[in-house]
């Protein structure tokens, strides 16, 4: 309690006192006790935008799929493994966030029956039935009390309009796309983004994830202020 | 060629100067793009037999699927993502190796056509067609001048029946099981082996995995040396 109020009397980033939710990494989606659908995202963007938002003044919480990186010093973070874990553990925290950024590459799909025991390989062929898993990002932008939120597109072509569509389609105060033909963007020091927000973009070039973190935050903060979804320190 | 000839000449370890090549870790296939169907593999197992064997005095080829893990001092690595690419690395070079220990979880099955580009989340369901990968292991077994060939059986119940199964079935030297039922064995720095051989075995009870590693490499030496594939130094 002191601790925080002193952070939030002493710390005048752009972001200060204010709480920030942010997902991170992968999801897995069990197969059976061994096998897993998976995707290439190393959290490493994540973790890069709540070091920068902490930076920044910013009271973090990150709930993080398995990743390989140490938790950003002064970030509280909650570790989930399926989207359904991180659907639960974000939809516990958003009530108290001002603002929300979906970096995490939340499975689409998640196995409809994980199987209880390792699955021999009798088959030559084996199906697997996949079933939708809830969209986090969505659900969260479409509550009446919506923090600023931000989402994360991957995109193997056709960049902006993907990303332009997904913004108006769920409702986000902003995305931030970026272009993964070829395994650009994951598990990669650097990164590009393109920044879209109703109405308006910008660019943000090639550099390194966590200077790329620092300018989407200050871009947040200033978007926020905008929109008047900044009125004044908290 | 100097520094091999001075290493043979001055190692005196229970594998010294043989050609050890070992496989390590997962392997991804892909679904599209961005996602794969991975599993639970560390490669910590995998890396500490490599680093037994090569402290043990032999001359160590890794075969790795992706970890997080930096190479053992003094083996050489070869880094691989799916199960055809493992398949690949491993036949170029078992014909110089001495001993073969498969340690890598590689995926039984593929999708049968990754897609090229990211799915979209149109469909409620999503239905994967995998086929089946070769099976190195049981290749590497059956080649006429195959090394002393050893095995790791990850099961989730009956380990002893199941592995003395697939021991007998791929015509291994050796097999090492362990149990990994509620994910026990994986991603863990403990573990617990049952090592078979024809008309033999022994349990290495549980110990962090760079002494069972030790304890392995040591019982292959052994082994070897009684099957009489051990005639002297190399």
Redesign the interface.
């Known amino acids: 309690e002191l601790v925080a109020a002193l952070r939030e009397r002493f710390t005048d980033g752009p972001l200060a006192g204010r709480r920030v939710l942010i997902t991170a990494g992968p999801t ?1 989606e069990p ?1 059976d ?9 190393s959290g490493r963007m994540g973790y890069a935008v709540a070091a920068a938002a902490a930076a920044a003044g910013a009271r973090v919480c990150l709930v993080s799929g398995p990743v ?1 990186l140490p938790s950003p010093p002064g970030v509280e973070r909650v570790a989930v493994e399926t989207a359904l874990e991180m659907h639960a553990a974000v939809m516990e925290r958003v009530a108290q966030a001002e603002v929300f950024i979906s970096t995490a ?1 939340v ?3 998640r196995v ?1 029956e994980p199987a209880l ?2 699955i021999k ?1 009798r088959a ?9 898993n809830p969209d986090i990002l969505a659900e969260v932008a479409a509550r009446p009390d919506a923090p600023f939120t931000v989402g994360f597109a ?4 056709d960049l902006e309009r993907h990303a332009r569509a997904k913004l108006e389609a769920k409702g986000l105060d902003m995305i931030a796309a970026n272009d ?4 650009r963007g ?1 598990d990669a020091e650097e990164n590009a983004l393109e920044v879209l927000w109703p109405g308006g973009g910008t660019s943000l070039g090639r550099q390194p994830k966590t200077a790329l973190a620092r300018a989407l935050v200050a871009l947040v903060a200033r978007r926020m202020e905008a929109a008047g979804r900044n009125p004044g320190p908290a």
């Open positions: 897995r197969v006790p061994v096998r897993f659908v998976g995707n290439r995202s390989a590459a499975a689409d799909y409809a025991e390792k390989k030559d062929i084996l199906e697997l039935r996949l079933v939708r991957a995109e193997t072509g993964v033909s070829a395994g994951f």
